[in-house]
């Protein structure tokens, strides 16, 4: 059973600093891998989409990776703003079916 | 704005009603989700719909019972609801499987 894991669970930061999300999966067998964002109490917003044969994707001040063999990814957030404050999901898409797996996923919050 | 609409975006009900949600996507997908996100509980998924027939039912009680009455329309039917199923119902849409998932807003349920 597809297990996804994320690291770490909340992180606080000042304005302008690098940051870096992990997610870790456990069943290499995916489709793709998919970032999203939440809001408080707000549905998902897409950030991020790697098929399952790149190794990046990158908008804007994003830039996602994709290790499949080992089963991670990781989300960096480039010059973070306080406008960055949400919960980052990452959520796997398995080849058994049409099921995403989501991590519990990344509180942030950036400090002005 | 993702194209994928959910009403109502609250309700409360009381364990005896029964209700439903409402999500709406005119984006082509093939696709149709139902999660159920609880405080601090990863997504789950509850249904799937390919082509308006459903391909998965994640062992969800019946007392929740979807219907896809075309590919762009999902309902989640709601009757006899305990407390412990209030929670952000999330409905998703995609084109294929191997494409990115978009998310409505959510309806943020309340069993009193």
């Known amino acids: 059973k597809q297990e996804v894991t994320q690291i770490p669970a909340a992180l606080s930061v000042p304005e302008g600093e690098n940051l870096v999300l992990n997610c870790s999966f456990t069943?290499?067998?995916?489709?793709?891998l998919q970032w999203f964002r939440q809001d408080p109490g707000k549905g998902l917003t897409s950030l991020l989409l790697?098929?399952?044969?790149?190794r990046e994707q990158t908008s804007g001040r994003l830039n996602a990776s994709l290790d499949k063999s080992s089963g991670r990814s990781t989300l960096y957030i480039a010059a973070s703003q306080p406008g960055d404050s949400a919960t980052y999901l990452c959520?796997?898409?398995?080849?058994?079916?049409?099921?995403?797996?989501f991590g519990p996923g990344t509180r942030l919050s950036v400090l002005p | 704005e993702t194209g994928v609409t959910q009403t109502p975006r609250h309700l409360v009900m009381g364990m005896t009603n029964k209700k439903s949600l409402k999500c709406e996507q005119h984006?082509?997908?093939?696709?149709m989700y139902w999660y159920k996100q609880s405080a601090k509980k990863p997504l789950e998924l509850m249904f799937v719909?390919?082509?308006?027939?459903?391909?998965e039912n994640n062992s969800v009680p019946s007392r929740f019972s979807p219907e896809c009455p075309n590919s762009s329309h999902l309902f989640l039917h709601l009757h006899t609801l305990q407390p412990e199923d209030s929670a952000l119902y999330l409905c998703?849409?995609?084109?294929?499987?191997?494409?990115?998932?978009?998310f409505g807003q959510g309806t943020r349920l309340t069993v009193v």
């Open positions: 998703a849409s995609s084109p294929a499987r191997n494409t990115e998932a978009f």
């Open positions: 790697i098929q399952s044969s790149q």
């Open positions: 959520a796997v898409r398995e080849l058994s079916g049409q099921n995403f797996v």
């Open positions: 069943d290499s067998a995916i489709y793709n």
């Open positions: 719909y390919n082509f308006k027939e459903q391909t």
């Open positions: 984006l082509g997908h093939n696709a």
